[in-house]
């Protein structure tokens, strides 16, 4: 009976999970999901996460019957091979403590079990997904720190320049401003690190939801999320300066620096959205070329 319960779900494309392999994925994915919240989620680069994981499980969820419509399950001697070597890399990563190790390791394993019972048909379909999903995992520090230098320099010279030129008693030296008598150290929080890899996350979901049929558009919106991040952090910075120039450095350093940080993102985000605004009427035309093109 079980044996041909099990070629007919084969024939239908669809294998249900067992419930030992359930609880082997529950007994490595819970505690890294406790590991990435007290380790990456506390801090600003790493604040996106949750929403990654959340939106990434919604995405997945309105696709579940046409998953399991189209499911036809891979090699299992390809998904076996993949399994053990993110189990060595997770091993790795879980015993010496890096956390990049270990959760990259997770996804590879994830993917591999989604392989195994749905296939590689269905993976393509899903690539949107899978690939933000990998947003989730945090990025070590000396990739961080590589994108991090450019950009403080960068944003520290565009703020400098549009503040000397309203006036302001400002002075740049590296990633250091001197604001009147105070000294503001431009860091990674507001040199785009945070706002770059959320608003990347955060773009990509949005792009993907609105326009997904229009690559065109599609393209020139993620081409644009980075001259948005850094607009956005150059705005954030701005408010930084005039909160130490006019309310000293502990007004800076405190609750308004977190403050500052929310009007970036939303500044971010509502650049998106009007650049999104703007391309509406290239949308519609492109749209108007294929029906005519369609028609003839």
Not at 70 to 91: C, E, F, K, M, Q
Not at 187 to 195: F, I, Q, R, V, W
Not at 260 to 272: E, F, N, P, Q, R
Request: charged content about 10%; overall charge positive.
């Amino acid at each position: 009976m079980h044996m041909a319960s099990l070629r007919l779900e084969r024939m239908t494309g669809w294998i249900r999970p067992s419930p030992l392999l359930a609880l082997a994925l529950v007994a490595v994915v819970v505690p890294t999901l406790f590991s990435m919240a007290r380790e990456s989620w506390t801090r600003e680069e790493g604040i996106h996460g949750p929403i990654v994981l959340a939106t990434a499980g919604w995405l997945l969820w309105r696709r579940w019957d046409e998953i399991r419509a189209n499911a036809r399950p891979g090699s299992l001697p390809v998904a076996a091979a993949a399994v053990t070597l993110a189990a060595i890399g997770y091993t790795f990563g879980r015993a010496y403590g890096f956390l990049v190790v270990e959760v990259g390791a997770l996804y590879v394993a994830l993917v591999a079990v989604a392989y195994a019972f749905i296939g590689w048909r269905m993976l393509r379909r899903l690539w949107f997904p899978i690939v933000y999903l990998g947003f989730a995992i945090p990025l070590p520090g000396w990739l961080l720190d590589g994108i991090t230098l450019p950009l403080k320099h960068l944003v520290s010279h565009v703020v400098t320049t549009l503040m000397s030129a309203l006036g302001f008693p400002i002075v740049q030296v590296g990633v250091t401003l001197f604001v009147a008598q105070y000294q503001l150290l431009v860091e990674d929080a507001c040199a785009g690190l945070n706002s770059i890899i959320s608003l990347t996350a955060v773009g990509l979901f949005y792009i993907y939801l609105l326009h997904n049929a229009s690559w065109r558009c599609a393209l020139v919106l993620v081409a644009l999320l980075l001259p948005i991040a850094i607009a956005a952090n150059v705005i954030r910075v701005i408010i930084l300066v005039l909160i130490t120039y006019y309310l000293g450095d502990e007004m800076a350093q405190g609750y308004l620096h977190e403050t500052a940080g929310i009007v970036t993102y939303v500044a971010a985000l509502l650049l998106i959205f009007l650049i999104d605004g703007l391309l509406t009427p290239l949308r519609r035309r492109l749209s108007r070329r294929r029906d005519h093109a369609a028609a003839a």
